[in-house]
Every structure is written in C-alpha cells, then in structure tokens.
C-alpha cells in the first residue's frame, strides 16, 4: 500500500523516543501524521513538514475526543492509529501503592482502549489499521514489573479481541513489540522506581535491596545497549503500509528469543532464565 499526504496517521506518545521516531518515519513515508505530544514545548520540537503536533493527554477524555471530531471533519481518511502512548511504573507488587497500579493501567490500558474507541468509526469508514506497541513484558514478567507487565499483557488480550471483532469489517489490528530499545521511558521508570523504594518499609527496603539494584542494572543497559527507536519506527511502517500485514512483530533478537521461549520452556526454566539475565 502506498501513502500518501492525503491519508492521515494518528501516533500518540510522539514527544520522544518510539512515537516521536514513528512520526518522523509516517511523514517520510508521505503521511499527514497528527503527532500527540504532551506540552506546547514538545510540539515545537516535534512539528515539521507533514507532522502536526496535537496536544493529547489519553486519559483526557475531552483530548481524545477534540481529536477525534478533527479526524472526523477531515476530508482525508485515517489510515492509521499507532497506540504508543505510556509510562512504566515498576516496583515489587507488596509495596506499589494501589493508586500507582491505577495510574499505570489508566495511561497504558484504559487510554489506549479510549483512543481505540474514539477513532474506530473513522477507521471503520476507511479500512484502516491499529497499531498497538507492546513489549517483551507483555510476554514475560520480570521482577518488579508486575504492574507494567500487567498493563501489556491486558493490551495483548485487548488486541486480540479487537482483530477478531473488527478484521471482519476491512480493519486490521497488529502489535509490534520492541525488545530493548534507547529510549526516555527506562529514565523516567528508574526515576519512579527510586521514589517508590523511598516510600517502602524499612523491613520492604531490606528485602528487595538486591532486587532494586538488579532492576536498575537491567534497565541501564537497555539505555547502552539498547536498538534505535528508528528500528521500531520501521517496523510500525511496514504494519502500516503491508497489504496483508502481519498480527504480531518483533523488534530486536531478544524480543523475538522471549517472544518464543515462553511457547518452548516450563513456568519455572523460565523462572531461572529471567532470575540469570537480571543477576538475580
């Protein structure tokens, strides 16, 4: 399938990182992409040629729903939802306090599902495509991703459900699932974590002493050693532009290892595994 500037791309979460790559691939591709960025700093940084900054916080619902009425008004039609937006909130399950598991499925579930709702009736019209960006935590859940991994897992059961129910209709779901990627939100769910453990019990703290500094240690080399958002961003185009896309992709050798290990190996070689990687 071939883009054009008159087909517009929704991307939300385009400030940094996976969105913002995934903006700047659509429009090259000749995409109108409508880029949601969190502040007016963000959509200075993020408007170019074919990239229109939109102000969209996802769990606004008068955000997503303005957005939708200006999708709605336009003439061109939606080829594309990429559902990017999120946050990692990441700490052992005893100690995250409710309202972080809240705010934690409310950006990266119950928003997604919003937006979903939003511009279905657009994307029903033109037979578009909803691209939802996973993770390896939605496949396995690693220590002290409890909440974050629950968050992609439900996304995964989400987009399976909405392929099966809206596929019929001439509108495709994938999910493209990045391994270890460079970007800000390992920073920020560092950053997080460190003011969670703040809030433990003394008793908390010296028990997952070690388990704080293994997560800290696997979340920093994911910032070293981690792919390109870039290499993302070209997986997102081909979801987008394939005439029989693919229901699910991978991104990086070690998301298409854990992808498959959960298939080939017991719960508990598993557990061993995932321990060993983080020198647990």
């Known amino acids: 399938?071939?883009?054009?500037?008159?087909?517009?791309?929704?991307?939300?979460?385009?400030?940094?990182?996976?969105?913002?790559?995934?903006?700047?691939?659509?429009a090259t591709d000749g995409f109108h992409v409508l880029a949601g960025v969190r502040s007016e700093a963000a959509a200075a940084e993020v408007k170019?040629?074919?990239?229109?900054?939109?102000?969209?916080?996802?769990t606004d619902e008068d955000q997503v729903a303005a957005l939708a009425d200006t999708v709605r008004a336009d003439r061109r039609p939606l080829r594309a939802v990429v559902n990017n937006a999120g946050i990692a909130v990441n700490a052992p399950i005893e100690a995250l306090p409710l309202a972080e598991w809240r705010r934690q499925f409310d950006v990266s579930v119950f928003g997604q599902v919003a937006v979903?709702?939003?511009?279905m009736p657009a994307l029903?019209?033109?037979?578009?495509?909803?691209?939802?960006?996973?993770?390896?935590?939605?496949?396995?859940?690693?220590?002290?991703?409890?909440?974050?991994?629950?968050?992609?897992?439900?996304?995964?059961?989400?987009?399976?459900?909405?392929?099966?129910?809206?596929?019929?209709?001439?509108?495709?779901?994938?999910?493209?699932?990045?391994?270890?990627?460079?970007?800000?939100?390992?920073?920020?769910?560092?950053?997080?974590?460190e003011r969670l453990i703040a809030g433990m019990t003394l008793e908390q703290r010296a028990r997952y002493a070690g388990l704080a500094k293994a997560f800290r240690a696997t979340t920093e080399s994911w910032g070293s050693n981690g792919l390109d958002a870039s290499l993302v961003a070209d997986v997102v185009s081909k979801a987008i532009r394939a005439r029989k896309p693919r229901t699910r992709y991978t991104v990086g050798r070690d998301a298409a290892v854990m992808t498959r290990l959960t298939h080939l190996v017991s719960d508990r070689l598993l557990d061993r595994m995932v321990r060993h990687t983080m020198g647990l």
């Open 116 to 119: 979903i709702q939003a511009f």
């Open 124 to 193: 029903l019209r033109s037979k578009g495509r909803v691209v939802n960006i996973g993770s390896t935590g939605g496949k396995v859940a690693m220590p002290s991703f409890g909440a974050y991994s629950g968050a992609k897992f439900a996304m995964e059961a989400i987009s399976d459900s909405l392929r099966r129910e809206v596929e019929p209709f001439g509108v495709t779901v994938a999910v493209v699932i990045p391994g270890a990627i460079r970007t800000k939100l390992a920073e920020r769910g560092n950053a997080t974590g």
């Open 48 to 58: 170019a040629g074919r990239i229109e900054p939109v102000l969209l916080d996802i």
């Open 1 to 26: 399938m071939n883009a054009t500037h008159s087909e517009l791309v929704v991307v939300t979460g385009a400030s940094t990182g996976i969105g913002r790559a995934t903006a700047q691939r659509l």
